[in-house]
């Protein structure tokens, strides 16, 4: 069982920068792989980012590739969204998530968070 928690999210001017936390509890943090969704008024989840158990490996979708960066600190059971760059479009609810895999990156989750509001105004 893992518990997912974020944080960090906010207002942000168009340009400029936030970094989402998500603390994950239990002791077997460092067994599954992490990623973000995020999910704007009115449309469908979308996928985000993902990184594999060692944070050796990433893997973004293209609309934040460049932009968006994720890292993961097993020592202390947290992964990072690092967002650069943010647009009005970006704007929307951050989840964390966390799953497991046969071959990176595709994922199955299996726990998700609370989520964290991000907007971003022009």
């Known amino acids: 069982q893992v518990q997912l928690v974020e944080s960090g999210g906010g207002l942000v001017q168009a340009g400029g920068s936030l970094r989402l936390s998500c603390a994950a509890s239990?002791?077997?943090?460092?067994?599954?792989?992490m990623g973000w969704f995020r999910q704007a008024p009115g449309k469908e989840r979308e996928f985000i980012a993902t990184?594999?158990?060692?944070?050796?490996?990433?893997h973004y979708a293209d609309s934040v590739e460049g932009r968006f960066t994720i890292s993961r600190d097993n020592a202390k059971n947290t992964v990072y969204l690092q967002m650069n760059s943010l647009t009005p479009e970006d704007t929307a609810v951050y989840y964390c998530?966390?799953?497991?895999?046969?071959?990176?990156?595709?994922?199955?989750?299996?726990?998700w968070g609370q989520g964290t509001q991000v907007t971003v105004s022009s």
């Open positions: 990184i594999n158990l060692s944070g050796g490996s990433t």
């Open positions: 239990g002791r077997t943090f460092s067994s599954y792989a």
């Open positions: 998530v966390a799953g497991r895999y046969y071959s990176f990156p595709h994922v199955t989750w299996g726990y």
